[in-house]
């Protein structure tokens, strides 16, 4: 049996900063990660496409769950900004998103692996962990290669919380979140088709309702881009996999002013109504809405009526898909530990000296950082007290 002062489960962005904080402020205490990859923080590697978007400019609260500001007080993501400096990783933002000025993740990985090398943090990789326990003021780990005890442990395995279904923690089910969403509608006519500056709403059937700005790519079989990734968060919240998608194309119109410039077109326009929005609406998504319409498209465009104008206008600023599933591939899960299981510190409030941290806990933000962040600043809280 190996026995460490501190035990780290989970060696990704929560785990490590956690072991690399607490180990820096304690050198006399021993510290060890524990983790089942080869590799440390392997899975930041394919983080924002292999660039790591380490966090996100403006730590807007609504981008999360619940209200997490008294911890994102603590060490936010421009305190994060610096502690990475400090350890030798450059970033940049791009449109509110920080990145590694290398733009590659392995940068972040890098400067992490380094830190650990430097403070003689033992890593145990590849040790899948089978059970957790408590023997009096010890903690017992026992993986698959060894057994472990410790005085303190630090839980960051991110969705593996049944290994603490001993503990008896209030736990919400774990949903798929971010990712992109499956309609009834068959959309193999606009694979591939990307529209963006569009406005783009959530609806439930509990009446629950969210909205994005930005950009949307069309599925065979579904909706996908960061506007639906976004989106995918309030079906994951309430844990449903049913609702509506509505975009709105041109949501710098209002549905009057859209109605005049068509108005407009029909009178101006020497075109069939086949070609009616050209140069308005990318050409398949043009005859998607034509069909939509059912309109005969080889009318002069000046015969259509007031009605079929009106018509036009409301389907723009209302084309509405029915959302049956998700795709797998979710980027991160909604549900979790509840965090009122945990003090200010986030340890447990039955059990003295076990932390939780990171996506272990019922903490899910939005696409641009805002997971990383809590995971950096739920590992850097906990690596600060311990």
Not at 44 to 69: H, P, S, W
Not at 78 to 86: A, E, I, P, R, V
Not at 254 to 283: C, P, Q, W
């Amino acid at each position: 049996m190996k026995s460490f002062d501190i035990l780290v489960l989970g060696g990704g962005a929560s785990g490590s900063i956690c072991a690399i904080r607490a180990k820096s402020l304690n050198k006399n205490k021993s510290i060890a990660i524990i983790d089942n990859q080869n590799r440390i923080a392997k899975k930041l590697l394919v983080t924002g496409n292999g660039r790591c978007n380490i966090t996100f400019e403006n730590m807007i609260d609504k981008a999360y769950n619940q209200n997490i500001d008294a911890f994102l007080n603590r060490f936010s993501n421009f305190d994060l900004l610096d502690y990475f400096k400090n350890l030798g990783l450059l970033c940049f933002c791009e449109e509110g998103r920080y990145y590694p000025l290398s733009n590659s993740a392995k940068s972040v990985v890098e400067i992490i692996e380094n830190a650990i090398d430097n403070l003689d943090i033992p890593l145990f990789l590849e040790h899948e962990i089978c059970s957790i326990s408590k023997d009096g003021e010890k903690f017992i780990v026992v993986t698959s290669k060894e057994i472990f005890e410790c005085n303190t442990l630090v839980y960051a395995l991110g969705k593996s919380d049944k290994l603490l279904e001993n503990f008896d923690f209030d736990c919400k089910e774990r949903f798929p979140s971010l990712m992109a969403l499956k309609t009834k509608e068959n959309l193999k006519n606009l694979q591939n088709i990307k529209v963006s500056n569009v406005k783009v709403t959530a609806h439930l059937d509990s009446g629950e309702s969210d909205t994005e700005h930005g950009e949307v790519l069309f599925k065979e079989h579904g909706l996908s881009g960061v506007c639906i990734f976004n989106l995918s968060a309030l079906f994951a919240r309430n844990q449903v996999k049913n609702g509506l998608i509505s975009i709105d194309l041109m949501p710098n119109y209002t549905y009057k002013s859209l109605e005049k410039l068509l108005a407009e077109r029909k009178n101006t326009l020497n075109v069939t109504i086949k070609h009616f929005f050209d140069g308005m609406i990318i050409r398949p998504l043009n005859y998607y809405l034509l069909n939509k319409l059912k309109l005969q498209e080889d009318r002069p465009c000046f015969t259509l009526t007031q009605n079929e104008i009106s018509n036009m206008a409301f389907i723009i600023k209302n084309l509405t898909f029915s959302v049956c599933d998700f795709y797998e591939n979710n980027q991160v899960f909604s549900g979790g530990i509840e965090l009122d299981n945990l003090d200010g510190n986030l340890q447990s409030k039955k059990y003295d000296n076990l932390y939780i941290i990171g996506e272990s806990l019922n903490v899910d933000g939005k696409c641009g950082g805002f997971n990383l962040q809590w995971a950096w600043t739920s590992g850097f809280i906990v690596g600060s007290k311990i």
